[in-house]
């Protein structure tokens, strides 16, 4: 990968801020600027520095543990030798893209809400995706959602794009309800979403789905990465097949977000 020259300065903090409040600082081509962690757009746009701040400061381990898992679970079942047709939501610069593609998959296709992010995935994983979509899965316009359909998708993976900012339940459902019945389900969320604490109203969504329209297959508890303070953030791997597809849950999705 193409690195370009910038330093990470990452603040003393001694209290515990929630994920999507989490900053660093960035020296790069002169400047110094505040990023919050979930800045993704700015990360992207520097070569190498989400791979720095997240993989290599923090320890995220997430893409390696929801692949794996969702790879033991193909050959648990036997499928290792059909052909998997993978969806990647909230796909990022790649880094989940790469590891399915090297697991084996005869077709993979990358979205993301940022261009930002398919730009980064082409700049430095070129030709991990046989597609990337820049777009918005809580309003597909119908032709989108034709071609969509089209590509048979059954897998879809979605990695540390659940919960606080990021990919909105209607958008998750709209992604599960692509798949055919059967089709693999791996994704993760932090524990507080699973919890009944949670008063967010993601989590009721996500549990609803998990006891309604997916088989669970394998669900781990592990770390997730470390918080920019240091604290381990707890997260659930989880593997299913979809039983069926996701509908009436709009009074849900109206008070989660
Ligand atoms: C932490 S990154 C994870 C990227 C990748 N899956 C990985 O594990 O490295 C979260 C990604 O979700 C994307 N995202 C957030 N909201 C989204 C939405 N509504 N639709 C699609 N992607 C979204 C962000 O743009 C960001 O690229």
């Known amino acids: 990968m193409d690195t ?25 081509e002169g400047q110094v600027k505040k990023v919050r962690s979930h800045d993704y ?37 036997g499928e290792q030798d059909s052909a998997l047709r993978v969806f990647d939501f909230g796909a990022g610069n790649g880094m989940v893209g790469e590891i399915v593609r090297k697991m ?4 993979l296709v ?20 046989d597609d990337y979509y820049v777009l918005d899965m809580t309003c597909l316009e119908d032709e ?13 993976v979605t990695v540390a794009a659940l919960g606080f900012d990021d990919i909105p339940t209607r958008a998750f459902m709209n992604a599960f309800n692509l798949l055919k019945n059967d089709a693999w389900v791996a994704f993760n969320i932090k524990e507080k979403f ?3 604490a949670d008063s967010s109203g993601y989590g009721d969504v996500i549990g609803k789905i998990m006891d309604d ?16 303070a240091g604290e381990e953030l707890c997260y659930h791997a989880i593997v299913g097949k979809k039983a069926n597809n996701i509908d009436d849950i709009s009074g849900i999705i109206r008070a989660a977000g």
């Not at 370009?4 to 960035?26: A, K």
């Not at 989108?144 to 879809?156: A, G, H, P, S, V």
């Not at 329209?213 to 920019?228: F, G, M, T």
């Open 41 to 77: 757009d700015e990360i992207y746009r520097i070569p190498g520095l989400y791979e720095d701040i997240f993989y290599k400061r923090l320890g995220c381990v997430s893409p390696k543990v929801v692949c794996e898992l969702l790879n033991e679970e193909i050959k648990k079942k």
């Open 194 to 196: 699973l919890s009944k």
């Open 144 to 156: 989108e959602k034709r071609k969509f359909e089209e590509y048979n998708f059954n897998t879809l």
């Open 104 to 107: 084996g998959c005869d077709f």
């Open 213 to 228: 329209n997916l088989v669970i297959l394998q669900e781990r508890k592990y770390c997730h990465r470390l918080s920019v």
């Open 110 to 129: 990358g979205v993301d809400i940022l261009p930002e992010a398919k730009e980064a995935a082409e700049r430095d994983r070129p030709g991990v995706y």
């Open 4 to 28: 370009s020259d910038y330093e990470i300065i990452l603040p003393e903090i001694g209290e515990q801020l929630d994920q999507n409040e989490e900053w660093f600082m960035v020296k790069h």
